[in-house]
């Protein structure tokens, strides 16, 4: 069984502009979530979608958003990037609330 | 992950047992996770456990819970260079489905 898939692996964007990073959940998972890590504030939960719907938020602004669609991939956007954003971004999936939590291997993201 | 507390740095011979220790802060966290994250890498499962459990062991793991002083600790036997990564514990609230992460141990196995 494939695991969690993110794409791209890495990316270089500058102050500004917006990004959309991919999700594919493993197969069978319902549940898709969002993690950006950076080495000073750790790991930080953005998000989990569930059946296309929002389930969950972090203490994030709103320049962040994500999506899920009828396939349960997902789709994470920051908009306005900021150098801040500059981080690893992980994408986890489950099969369901409360279920075991697998990450992909995450993109990291360059804010120039 | 502030509210996940772990101790930063950890080094151990190679050969020796490692033990990376944990507090967690809500007793009614249905699961308990350690998370190896090797450079450049994503979060891989360890190993979990679950609330109504002391010990779980898999392998070269050994996972105890001390539910009373809310307290997790993980065993590596037989620590080898390729356990060499930081590990992160996490929990599930109980009024959360999201996962909170300490800040990651980071240890270093030397020969």
């Known amino acids: 069984k494939a695991g969690v898939t993110q794409t791209p692996r890495y990316l270089i964007k500058t102050r500004g502009q917006q990004v959309t990073l991919s999700c594919s959940p493993i197969?069978?998972?319902?549940?898709v979530s969002w993690y950006q890590q950076t080495p000073g504030q750790g790991l930080q939960f953005l998000f989990e979608?569930?059946?296309?719907?929002?389930?969950n938020k972090g203490n994030f602004p709103g320049r962040f958003s994500g999506r899920q669609f009828s396939n349960s991939r997902s789709e994470m956007n920051v908009s306005t990037l900021e150098l801040g954003d500059s981080a690893l971004y992980l994408c986890a999936s489950r099969i369901n609330a409360n279920e075991k939590l697998f990450f992909g291997s995450g993109t990291q993201l360059s804010v120039l | 992950g502030e509210d996940v507390e772990q101790s930063l740095f950890l080094s151990v011979r190679e050969g020796d047992s490692s033990v990376i220790n944990c507090t967690y802060t809500d007793s009614s966290s249905t699961y308990l996770y350690w998370y190896k994250q090797e450079p450049g890498a994503g979060l891989q499962l360890l190993t979990y456990?679950?609330?109504?459990?002391d010990m779980k062991q898999d392998q070269r793991l050994t996972v105890l819970l001390n539910k009373k002083d809310k307290h997790l600790s993980l065993r590596i036997a037989d620590t080898q260079t390729g356990d060499s990564a930081i590990y992160f514990c996490a929990e599930t609230p109980s009024d959360d489905y999201k996962l909170s992460f300490g800040a990651g141990t980071t240890v270093t196995v030397r020969a």
């Open positions: 456990i679950f609330s109504n459990m």
């Open positions: 197969s069978g998972h319902r549940s």
């Open positions: 979608y569930f059946s296309e719907t929002q389930r």
